[in-house]
Nanobody
Framework: QMQLAESGGGLVQPGGSLTLSCVVS????????IGWYRKAPGKEREGVSC??????VYRDSVKGRFTISRDAAKSTVYLRMDNLQLEDTAVYYC????????????????????WGQGTQVTVSS
């Protein structure tokens, strides 16, 4: 059973930083893409970043501010978020694709089959 668990969310002031973690189990991290998505109140869920295919992918609004990485030994994917802005406020989810198609990007949310429970990130002054 593939499982993912996010942590690291919290309250931060504009311009601040947070690092989210996604611990995965039930599969070999190196063999799969892992995506980070977020959902803000009143908005659709959107893809933020993805690692697995080369190079990693970022949505335009976070390029230069967010960095995705992974530590296979710890079965963990990280999302380092710098210079956070008010519009980054959302619940952040990590997700993994169907094992039959393990390398995906952010083109389609439907590519992701397994999801974590989410972690809240609030950017506020």
């Amino acid at each position: 059973q593939m499982q993912l668990a996010e942590s690291g969310g919290g309250l931060v002031q504009p311009g601040g930083s947070l690092t989210l973690s996604c611990v995965v189990s039930g599969f070999t991290l190196e063999d799969f893409s892992i995506g980070w998505y977020r959902k803000a109140p009143g908005k659709e869920r959107e893809g933020v970043s993805c690692i697995g295919k080369t190079p990693s992918v970022y949505r335009d609004s976070v390029k230069g501010r967010f960095t995705i990485s992974r530590d296979a030994a710890k079965s963990t994917v990280y999302l380092r978020m710098d210079n956070l802005q008010l519009e980054d406020t959302a619940v952040y989810y990590c997700a993994a694709p169907d094992p039959e198609r393990p390398l995906v990007d952010l083109t389609s949310e439907s590519d992701y089959k397994f999801w974590g429970q989410g972690t809240q990130v609030t950017v506020s002054s």
